[in-house]
C-alpha cells in the first residue's frame, strides 16, 4: 500500500428545544472511519470483500501511530494496457473501537 485516505466522523445528534435560547446543540453520536487504501496489487497479501483487518497507521516521523480494525466493503483491481503492474484500491469501514490523537 502506497496511498491511504482516512475520514473520521462522528455523527452528530441533534438536542435543540425549547430552552436553547435560539442556539443549536447537540451531542456527539456514532465515531467510524472510512479509508481508501490503494498500491500496488500483490496476490500473496490475500485481501477479500467483506475480509477484517487491523492496519496500523503511523503519523510523520514523530513516532504516533494508531490501529483501526476495518472490514473490506470493495475492493478493485486495475492496470493499464501500457503498463504491466497492477494496482489494487479499496475502501474500509472501521468495525469497532480505535482512538486516534493529533
Known amino acids: 500500500m502506497d496511498k491511504a485516505d482516512l475520514d473520521f466522523v462522528s455523527e452528530v445528534i441533534p438536542t435543540t428545544n425549547f430552552t436553547s435560547s435560539g442556539y443549536q446543540s447537540n451531542e456527539a453520536g456514532i465515531f467510524s ?3 481508501n487504501v490503494e498500491g500496488p496489487y500483490n496476490s500473496s497479501a490475500g485481501l ?3 475480509q477484517s483487518i487491523s492496519m496500523v497507521f ?3 516521523g514523530g513516532g504516533s501511530s494508531f490501529t483501526i480494525t476495518f472490514r473490506v466493503a470493495n475492493m478493485r483491481i486495475s492496470t493499464a494496457a501500457s503498463n504491466a503492474v497492477a494496482r489494487f484500491s479499496a475502501s474500509l469501514e472501521s468495525n469497532g473501537t480505535f482512538t486516534v490523537t493529533f
Do not use: H, I, N
Open 58 to 60: 503511523a503519523l510523520g
Open 48 to 50: 477479500t470483500q467483506g
Open 33 to 35: 472511519c472510512k479509508a
